[in-house]
């Protein structure tokens, strides 16, 4: 973002945040939000240092504290009763949500709404459960970690001869760029640079599990939790095939529904839902085992009746309240342009 538009950004939502949040709703029309986070830590996160930025505990709760003043929280099972036309919901809610299954939500997260009342739904990815494999993502985060502590001509030559280019410059930045460019398609030259490095993910996933295993799955479902699919191992939905998108989305939800005996179904799409077709949905939803999805392009409405869009609260790291107040203005200015509603085709 050109720093003149960012200046203009700043200094209108902070404008915007200072009209009372229940008028913001009315005015865009929003009587629920649905906020997402990935991971709340104090502590430095491997797996993730290179993805994207996250919040620390303060930081979490006092967004927690501005939501719990403003919105009134509610339950996936209330938001799917409501879904049904079976229950209400109370005026300015929030539904809050939590992607990709990080043992923090067991070891941070929950027991911080627990105590504040708050319930939550986490999506998961079904084959990252108990720490079987590491998302590709997250091995590219650990390799530039590695290879940042020891650049050397060798390493550098080893990468050029994996990554099949010329040269790659030995700065941070360029390393960095090139470890988070290898796709989902090509994740298998991550373990092929892995092992150039040393780097043996399978101790990785032991030492430092970085994912819930089953046993904290139940015990989160016991406290009163709720659990969705995140598809099985993360890909980018708008380069696949239909028929991998749907198979990605049924096999996560079955397997997550039938290893934790759940009687409803959700998923959230993992990156985005941008270019999904309507006859994913109507492929989805036929199946009979999905009772509401998720996506993350904002506080935007969606053409799909049992398909909600939520918004990151830690993108970009500043506090809840002006995060939501950016998001209300986004959206109003949609609303003006006509644009507000996702069109599928
Ligand atoms: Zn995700």
Sequence with gaps: MMIKEYLKHQIISRTVSKIPFSILGKMTQTNLIIPYYHIVSDNEVLHVKHLYEYKNIKQFTDDIDFLLKNYSPISLRDFLANLDNDLPLPKNAFLLTFDD???EVHDVIAPILLEKGVP???????AFVDNQELCYQHKASILTVCIEKRVTGNLING??????IESIKSTAEEIRYRMLSITYRDRNLLDKIARLLDMDFSRYLKENRPYLTSHQIQKLLKDGFTIGAHSIDHPPYPLLHLSEQVRQTLESVRSIKSTFGLDYGVFAFPNTDQH?????????????????????????SESISNHFQRFSLEKPLIPAQRIIAIQYMRKMMRVMTGNSKIKRT
């Design 101 to 103: 299954g990080f043992r």
């Design 120 to 126: 939550a739904t986490f999506f998961i990815n079904s």
């Design 159 to 164: 990468l050029n001869r994996i990554l099949d």
């Design 276 to 300: 999904v077709s309507k006859l994913f949905f109507s492929k989805i939803n036929g199946a009979g085992i999905i009772d509401a999805s998720f996506g993350n392009r904002g506080m935007m």
